[in-house]
């Protein structure tokens, strides 16, 4: 197979290992570079994985000298604006992970470049591959549960991480809490209309920024969604997917983030007079996981490049769920309740 994409790999961390397993099993794709702000990083990476591509600091050298054509963009959230547009601008397609970016400004920048250029732009939103949030989602489209009117998503972890989420001013919300409300996005077809939103830090926390936060948001559909989360929760943890509950005109969606998501549907049948109706439990029809969120994700990411279309998690798709996540911010700073409409 012809080798279409040589890429860039921006930002040897930690998860830059699954992004670089990923492209060495594919046969139409070679990692022609290794950017690091610390040479050396990028060097331990290519020695990790036996590559013999060049090392660099600098992401333009980068592209210039290896005649890149795709860059990962798995650098810091605060470097994402930078990377992207410099990798756009010299003609090269991006996938990055998330956030798209740190300001809304960034984001809208971003869209025009990859609109000026004609270069696509990817975000990694992972845990929208997960077949059991589809299966949830399924329920939901098939009227299952007919219109939903709330979807409440809980989120209690307490996760040491160090490193810059312990300095970040929001990280709950800028680092972890764009993949609920992007799955939120998900399974209601729906995008945000307004926001109110109170970020605190508990006692006990050992971050530096706001690590809690409770959310409100008006969807397009009429619906409510309510997030509460918190990153320096101790005991009892939810799943890193959150615990979810869909409620409709028929009947109630469950996902504890753990195990399958199932309806629990009013009963058909004459139930006059019944206080409370009785229910009937339909199980969501999920399938095997066939690969990890991330392997799903990056599939999507290069069929979409390949058959020339936007990918599903396209930047123009994806500012909708940054605009969750500073909108949320916004409001949380201001104690006002803000309007999606004005920060597009």
Request: aromatic share 10%; with cysteine; charged share 20%.
């Amino acid at each position: 197979m012809t080798i279409a994409y040589k890429i860039a790999i921006a930002g040897c961390g930690g998860m830059a290992n699954t992004w670089v397993k990923y492209v060495l099993g594919r046969m139409d794709a070679e990692i022609v570079a290794l950017v690091d702000i610390k040479q050396e990083f990028a060097q331990a990476m290519a020695d990790r994985h036996g590559l013999t591509c060049c090392t660099y600091t600098d992401i333009k050298q980068a592209i210039e000298e290896t005649g890149a054509n795709l860059v990962f963009d798995i650098t810091i959230p605060a470097s994402h604006f930078t990377i992207s547009t410099s990798a756009m601008s010299l003609g090269c397609d991006v996938f990055t992970e998330k956030p798209l970016a740190e300001s809304m400004e960034e984001c809208q920048e971003i869209i025009n470049i990859s609109d000026q250029t004609g270069r696509k732009h990817t975000v990694m939103q992972n845990r929208r591959f997960d077949v059991r949030i589809r299966a949830l989602r399924e329920l939901i489209t098939a009227g299952t549960i007919g219109k939903p009117g709330y979807v409440g998503a809980d989120f209690f972890l307490g996760p040491h991480f160090g490193g810059f989420r312990d300095a970040m001013e929001s990280p709950l919300l800028l680092d972890m809490a764009i993949h609920t409300f992007d799955q939120a996005r998900l399974i209601l077809g729906a995008n945000p209309v307004s926001v109110y939103c109170q970020e605190f830090n508990p006692v006990g926390s050992w971050y530096a920024g706001q690590a809690a936060a409770v959310c409100i948001f008006e969807m397009s559909d009429g619906s409510v969604f309510c997030y509460r989360g918190s990153w320096c929760a101790e005991g009892s943890p939810t799943s890193w997917e959150a615990a979810w509950r869909v409620t409709g005109e028929k009947g109630t969606a469950i996902w504890d983030g753990l195990g399958n998501p199932y309806a629990d549907v009013v009963a058909t049948g004459d139930q006059e007079g019944n206080f409370i109706r009785e229910c009937v439990r339909i199980d969501a029809d999920v399938p095997e996981q066939l690969k990890p969120f991330h392997e799903s994700c990056l599939d999507e990411m290069f069929s979409a490049l390949t058959e020339g279309r936007s990918a599903e998690t396209d930047c123009r798709d994806n500012i909708y769920s940054m605009a969750m996540v500073l909108g949320a911010i916004e409001s949380s700073k201001t104690g006002q309740k803000i309007m999606i409409s004005d920060l597009l």
